[in-house]
């Protein structure tokens, strides 16, 4: 992790400018090709949630605007946020949230995923919440068009909130393909729609080299 300079930052400008506004989050949907990652999973006998998880994790990390967070008044870039995820166990209605390190390699994370699902019996454990995350969801029953997030506006720092969330439903098939609505929601202090789009450029190339 460094600090970075606020002087010098190149999206100060930007930064400031956004700054003046009450709610400064805003959030992009697109459709998201996972025919790689769909025979990936059946092929390994992974979760394709689990999965699905590791590849947008790999590739937001890729991208230096969405590893940029504020802490104590310090502009800091994270070496990488770590994902933080809502998990249904079967015959439940109640969630819970997962919080793990990232491991870069697929089959070592999605192992390590199952477990702590498996092995996790509380809500949300607070001590893991901190400000180096990536919130993740999923809404497997409908085909996802958008989805917006619950959010203290009024807390502490709210409006330097830099967590990035992401969420999908239920893939659909179009041409012999399987796609699905995937949504962004970040802070325009530090984030726009240019680097979402680098997320998604970034996610087609990881899931396309799945084997």
């Not at 933080?84 to 209605?93: H, Q």
Request: charged share 30%; aromatic share 12%.
């Amino acid at each position: 992790m460094a600090e970075l300079n606020y002087e010098t930052w190149k999206r100060r400008e930007a930064y400031e400018f956004f700054s003046r506004l009450s709610n400064p989050f805003f959030m992009v949907t697109f459709r998201q090709d996972v025919t790689g990652l769909y025979d990936y999973v059946k092929k390994n006998g992974s979760s394709f949630y689990n999965a699905m998880i590791w590849c947008c994790t790999e590739a937001l990390n890729q991208i230096e605007a969405f590893r940029v967070t504020k802490r104590d008044g310090k502009l800091l870039l994270l070496d990488r946020r770590n994902p933080s995820f809502t998990v249904l166990k079967p015959g439940a209605e109640q969630f819970s949230i997962v919080t793990m390190e990232h491991i870069p390699d697929i089959t070592r994370f999605c192992a390590e995923a199952a477990k702590k699902i498996q092995v996790q019996t509380d809500f949300i454990d607070p001590e893991k919440e901190t400000d180096d995350l990536i919130y993740y969801s999923c809404l497997p029953w409908l085909d996802l068009t958008a989805l917006t997030n619950e959010r203290d506006m009024q807390g502490p720092g709210a409006l330097d909130d830099s967590i990035p969330r992401i969420a999908w439903g239920k893939f659909t098939e179009e041409n012999g393909r399987k796609k699905l609505g995937i949504s962004v929601e970040v802070n325009h202090r530090f984030i726009d729609g240019f680097h979402i789009g680098q997320f998604a450029q970034r996610l087609d190339k990881i899931i396309e080299k799945l084997h």
